[in-house]
């Protein structure tokens, strides 16, 4: 059973287990103000532009299951290790590229590469922090560098271009990997291996292929001329890969645990950090398109624009995490989900109107920023919360593949609905669509989570001694 045998977990442990979160996503939104000038220096084309940012996404969501298994398996902290030194390797190789291809092929190590460590710290986190106000404090610093690393990425990107050239949008990881694995440290390697059973291969490889084919079914067709014979050969192998899958869950160990199907915060995690990617997650893509096709701001400007984004998320989640502990689940989850979209609504007025930075679209970056903070933080405390500890990886494992399969979705359905060459009227009726994801999220919390769903775990004999001890808090 993993675990940590250190008593208290220190602040170097959360400092690697966010700079992980932080890693993983800035390498996401990082790559967008930069596609320009990799496009001119690499002669992409217009197609496999595209697949600098697809490769990352498909790859990350189809493997998370894996690395949410191998976790559990082989102990979160040896996956931490390896998934840390495979970023650093895709990162060289991806700085170091001079063609399309080996740029491709690097995007889909660091994608594998975050695959494997997000389950691996959320792991970490899960086994060194009990549940309560201790891991729900935890899981608000790690969710506060995630969701910021979003935002930030973007500004991140125009800066290192105002400076320096595309490359050192992957050289800026190193330095990154090398803080997360020395302030780890020696913390990692005290959590222990599950049980040596062996990897579901058969139920692994069809989730892995079912959940690519997904994405890449779903990323084809927001391009403007989709290659129906790609989306009709994905939508061929998903089929395929789910009814093996199916069979592979009957006859063998499954790969998802059959415990897992019953945990109800687990199943509302999930479903939330779907519908958080596809109206927030899409945010970061529409607001950049708006700057810097409809208002002509350079990459630096679009970059500073999302600074205060950036900041109001940090206050949503901070927010999230100190109410989490005395506000019920669905109550959190639900006011989070209708702040963000009131945000977005607001930016879809902004863009109706043409107004300009500070009184139009600045408050509704900081109201979505709110909400957008807040909910991130709660569907991962939500989704955490009850899984059992053997299988903390592969849970959540289940949210984040959730989260990214949801912004592929999304994505693709906003890209439909504005077109080619979108203008403002296009890119209002993207931001209310976009509004009508998050707000749906507010009445799913409230009824799936119930009256009683949500109410703090009753604390074993052993935690209920500790808190005893220490005045109350665990």
Same mark, same amino acid.
């Given at each position: 059973?993993?675990?940590?045998?250190?008593?208290?977990?220190?602040?170097?442990?959360?400092?690697?287990?966010?700079?992980?979160?932080?890693?993983?996503?800035?390498?996401?939104?990082?790559?967008?103000?930069?596609?320009?000038?990799?496009?001119?220096?690499?002669?992409?084309?217009?197609?496999?532009?595209?697949?600098?940012?697809?490769?990352?996404?498909?790859?990350?969501?189809?493997?998370?299951?894996?690395?949410?298994?191998?976790?559990? &398996?082989?102990? /979160?902290?040896? $996956?931490?290790? !390896?998934?840390? =030194? *495979?970023?650093? @390797?895709?990162?060289? #190789?991806? %700085?170091?590229?001079?063609?399309?291809?080996?740029?491709?092929?690097?995007?889909?190590?660091?994608? &594998?590469?975050? /695959?494997?460590? $997000?389950?691996? !710290?959320?792991? =970490? *986190?899960?086994? @060194?922090?009990?549940? #309560?106000? %201790?891991?729900?404090?935890?899981?608000?610093?790690?969710?506060?560098?995630?969701?910021?690393?979003?935002?930030?990425?973007?500004?991140?990107?125009?800066?290192?271009?105002?400076?320096?050239?595309?490359?050192?949008?992957?050289?800026?990881?190193?330095?990154?990997?090398?803080?997360?694995?020395?302030?780890?440290?020696?913390?990692?390697?005290?959590?222990?291996?599950?049980?040596?059973?062996?990897?579901?291969?058969?139920?692994?490889?069809?989730?892995?292929?079912?959940?690519?084919?997904?994405?890449?079914?779903?990323?084809?067709?927001?391009?403007?001329?989709?290659?129906?014979?790609?989306?009709?050969?994905?939508?061929?192998?998903?089929?395929?890969?789910?009814?093996?899958?199916?069979?592979?869950?009957?006859?063998?160990?499954?790969?998802?645990?059959?415990?897992?199907?019953?945990?109800?915060?687990?199943?509302?995690?999930?479903?939330?950090?779907?519908?958080?990617?596809?109206?927030?997650?899409?945010?970061?893509?529409?607001?950049?398109?708006?700057?810097?096709?409809?208002?002509?701001?350079?990459?630096?400007?679009?970059?500073?624009?999302?600074?205060?984004?950036?900041?109001?998320?940090?206050?949503?989640?901070?927010?999230?995490?100190?109410?989490?502990?005395?506000?019920?689940?669905?109550?959190?989850?639900?006011?989070?989900?209708?702040?963000?979209?009131?945000?977005?609504?607001?930016?879809?007025?902004?863009?109706?109107?043409?107004?300009?930075?500070?009184?139009?679209?600045?408050?509704?970056?900081?109201?979505?920023?709110?909400?957008?903070?807040?909910?991130?933080?709660?569907?991962?405390?939500?989704?955490?919360?009850?899984?059992?500890?053997?299988?903390?990886?592969?849970?959540?494992?289940?949210?984040?593949?959730?989260?990214?399969?949801?912004?592929?979705?999304?994505?693709?359905?906003?890209?439909?609905?504005?077109?080619?060459?979108?203008?403002?009227?296009?890119?209002?009726?993207?931001?209310?669509?976009?509004?009508?994801?998050?707000?749906?999220?507010?009445?799913?919390?409230?009824?799936?989570?119930?009256?009683?769903?949500?109410?703090?775990?009753?604390?074993?004999?052993?935690?209920?001694?500790?808190?005893?001890?220490?005045?109350?808090?665990?």
């Amino acid at each position: 059973m993993p675990a940590l045998h250190a008593p208290t977990p220190g602040a170097r442990l959360l400092t690697a287990l966010a700079g992980a979160q932080l890693l993983v996503a800035l390498d996401f939104s990082i790559i967008y103000v930069a596609l320009p000038d990799i496009g001119r220096s690499l002669h992409f084309s217009a197609v496999a532009l595209q697949w600098i940012v697809s490769a990352y996404a498909i790859f990350f969501a189809g493997f998370l299951l894996l690395g949410g298994q191998l976790a559990d &398996v082989f102990g /979160a902290g040896r $996956v931490f290790l !390896t998934a840390q =030194l *495979l970023f650093a @390797a895709s990162s060289v #190789g991806a %700085a170091l590229s001079g063609a399309a291809a080996p740029l491709i092929a690097a995007r889909v190590g660091q994608g &594998v590469a975050a /695959a494997l460590l $997000v389950p691996a !710290t959320l792991g =970490l *986190l899960s086994s @060194a922090y009990p549940a #309560g106000p %201790a891991r729900d404090r935890a899981v608000s610093v790690w969710g506060t560098t995630g969701a910021v690393g979003l935002a930030l990425g973007v500004t991140a990107g125009g800066g290192i271009l105002a400076v320096a050239s595309w490359q050192w949008i992957f050289w800026i990881n190193l330095p990154i990997v090398a803080l997360c694995l020395l302030a780890a440290g020696n913390a990692v390697r005290f959590t222990a291996a599950g049980q040596r059973t062996p990897v579901a291969a058969t139920a692994t490889l069809s989730a892995c292929a079912t959940v690519v084919a997904i994405v890449l079914a779903f990323t084809e067709l927001s391009r403007t001329h989709p290659a129906m014979a790609v989306v009709t050969g994905a939508v061929v192998v998903a089929v395929l890969g789910g009814g093996l899958l199916a069979l592979s869950q009957r006859r063998s160990r499954p790969l998802v645990p059959r415990a897992l199907s019953h945990v109800r915060t687990l199943q509302t995690g999930a479903l939330v950090a779907a519908l958080y990617m596809a109206s927030f997650g899409a945010e970061f893509y529409l607001v950049t398109l708006y700057l810097q096709d409809v208002r002509a701001y350079s990459a630096l400007a679009a970059g500073m624009a999302f600074v205060p984004l950036a900041g109001a998320i940090v206050v949503g989640n901070t927010v999230a995490g100190r109410l989490a502990g005395t506000r019920s689940l669905r109550w959190l989850l639900s006011t989070a989900f209708l702040t963000g979209a009131a945000g977005l609504l607001v930016l879809a007025l902004a863009v109706a109107t043409g107004g300009g930075y500070t009184l139009a679209i600045l408050p509704g970056l900081l109201l979505s920023g709110l909400g957008q903070g807040m909910a991130f933080t709660g569907m991962f405390i939500t989704g955490t919360r009850d899984l059992p500890e053997e299988s903390n990886g592969t849970g959540s494992a289940l949210v984040t593949t959730a989260q990214y399969i949801g912004g592929s979705v999304g994505l693709a359905l906003l890209v439909l609905l504005h077109g080619e060459d979108p203008a403002a009227p296009e890119l209002v009726r993207a931001f209310c669509v976009a509004a009508v994801i998050a707000t749906a999220a507010a009445p799913l919390a409230l009824a799936l989570l119930g009256r009683n769903g949500d109410q703090p775990p009753a604390r074993s004999s052993q935690e209920q001694s500790v808190a005893q001890k220490s005045g109350g808090h665990p």
